[in-house]
């Protein structure tokens, strides 16, 4: 990865409602021994030759290893919500689960990697309103955030919807701390195995509290 665009232009179009939650610290990481970085990537290339799921990681993981030029396009327009203004670039990939009847929980378990040189594991766990719908889901999710790990970990508010046509189906949602101010920070996208539903669309409205682990920082 050489260079990573995130294109915000429109974000001034979003108008979700303000909520307050307590912000997270989080301790200063050691350096790892320049072995460490050699041996994670050497294990890496060796396994995305096997699994796609593993290559995912691979390409997750190059963040810390080797950071591209990142940008941001943000609104011409003030929207009615903060952007965040970090300059870093924070990518997460995990497997991730729900179980609901209108009301339900969430939680999700991966690996992140920043441009802040620092790899690790995060945790997500949360509640959710999902409008219509009753079942269940699992799969894999993929999230970009703009910010540091620390950013990354923390309380979030989403809102995104889930299109599942079939046993699979697709869902993207929109990422913000909530401040104040309300703040977005990225957008995440997984790609699930559902329980049957004879509504295709569900909407859905989280709120999830992560916890991160830092593994190495370069």
């Known amino acids: ?17 303000l909520l307050t939650l307590r912000p997270v610290t989080a301790a200063p990481l050691q350096p790892a021994p320049p072995t460490a970085r050699t041996a994670l990537k050497a294990g890496l290339d060796v396994g995305k030759v096997f699994d796609n799921k593993v290559a995912l990681m691979a390409d997750v993981a190059d963040l810390g290893l080797s950071s591209p030029a990142v940008s941001v396009l943000r609104p011409a327009a003030t929207p009615m919500f903060a952007i965040s203004k970090g300059t ?7 497997f991730t689960g729900a179980g609901f009847a209108l009301f339900g929980s969430v939680a999700s378990v991966g690996l992140y990697a920043s441009t802040t040189r620092e790899i690790g594991g995060y945790l997500t766990l949360g509640v959710g309103l999902f409008l219509p719908g009753v079942g269940a889901s699992a799969g894999g999710e993929f999230t970009v955030i703009v910010g540091t790990p620390l950013d990354l970990s923390g309380p979030y508010l989403s809102a995104g919807v889930s299109v599942a046509p ?7 949602a929109l990422l913000f701390s909530p401040g104040p101010p309300l703040t977005f920070m990225g957008v995440t996208v997984s790609i699930t195995a559902n329980t049957p539903s004879e509504i295709p669309i569900t909407l859905v409205l989280e709120a999830t509290d992560t916890k991160i682990k830092p593994f190495v920082r370069f």
Do not use: E, S, W
């Not at 990865?1 to 409602?17: E, G, I, S, W, Y």
């Not at 870093?88 to 995990?94: N, P, R």
């Not at 079939?166 to 993207?172: E, K, S």
């Open 1 to 17: 990865m050489r260079q990573f665009t995130l294109d915000l232009r429109k974000a001034d179009k979003v108008n979700p409602n």
């Open 166 to 172: 079939a046993v699979f189906g697709i869902g993207a």
């Open 88 to 94: 870093d670039l924070t990518m997460a990939v995990g």
